[in-house]
């Protein structure tokens, strides 16, 4: 056997559990249930809080996409708007220099 499995298998064999493994157990759920009820209250309310903020993020993200893309219409329209008038100057031009 590998030096490696030995050492695994050494470290994974069963032991019995230390006197009084029990009796901390049962007091350390004891002393967690007594604060669970003050704990789920803070944690439902940190929950509420999270979830509004989130709201607030997606909400402000929303409206700020919105104004992006709004500010790109403006800016595609101007440009259309500048290509029109130069391609009037054009096709004036060629009016002009054909007979």
Not at 8 to 33: H, I, M, N, Q, W
Not at 49 to 67: I, K
Not at 68 to 84: D, M, Y
Request: a positive charge.
């Amino acid at each position: 056997m590998d030096k490696l499995e030995e050492q695994l298998k050494a470290a994974l064999a069963r032991r019995p559990a230390p006197p009084g493994f029990a009796d901390r157990v049962t007091t350390a759920c004891a002393d967690e249930s007594r604060g669970a009820a003050g704990w789920s209250r803070h944690r439902a309310a940190a929950y509420r809080a999270l979830a509004a903020g989130l709201m607030l993020v997606f909400a402000g993200g929303a409206a700020y996409r919105r104004h992006q893309g709004q500010a790109a219409k403006e800016q595609v329209l101007a440009a259309i708007r500048i290509t029109a008038r130069h391609l009037n100057r054009i096709q004036t031009r060629v009016r002009e220099v054909r007979p």
